[in-house]
Nanobody, 112 residues
Framework: QVQLLESGGGSVQTGGSLRLACAAS????????MGWYRRAPGKQRELVAI???????TYANSVKGRFTISRDNAKRTVYLQMNSLKPEDTAVYYC??????WGQGTQVTVSS
């Protein structure tokens, strides 16, 4: 059974950076779309970024130019590099593996 384990959340000030990582167990990692979603307090979960097995990426408009998603198939890990963080980026960030597997979430807090 595939499981996802996230790491890298934390607290930073506006303009800071964080790098999230999501390690996947199991053998199907290389062939699946993966991504990051987030849920801010009082809001619905929203897409942040996704990456295909071939490396094609899609980003939410709100993070374009600041966040970068990448994957290392050999390490079965997907990353989210977050730069120029803003208070509105504060949320619980969830790793996603197509079609319906989710990580436990990691908190990102950006203070002004």
């Amino acid at each position: 059974q595939v499981q996802l384990l996230e790491s890298g959340g934390g607290s930073v000030q506006t303009g800071g950076s964080l790098r999230l990582a999501c390690a996947a167990s199991g053998s199907t990692f290389s062939f699946q779309v993966m991504g990051w979603y987030r849920r801010a307090p009082g809001k619905q979960r929203e897409l942040v970024a996704i990456i295909s097995s071939g490396g094609s990426t899609t980003y939410a408009n709100s993070v374009k130019g600041r966040f970068t998603i990448s994957r290392d198939n050999a390490k079965r890990t997907v990353y989210l590099q977050m730069n120029s963080l803003k208070p509105e980026d504060t949320a619980v960030y969830y790793c996603y593996l197509y079609p319906d597997l989710w990580g436990q979430g990691t908190q990102v807090t950006v203070s002004s």
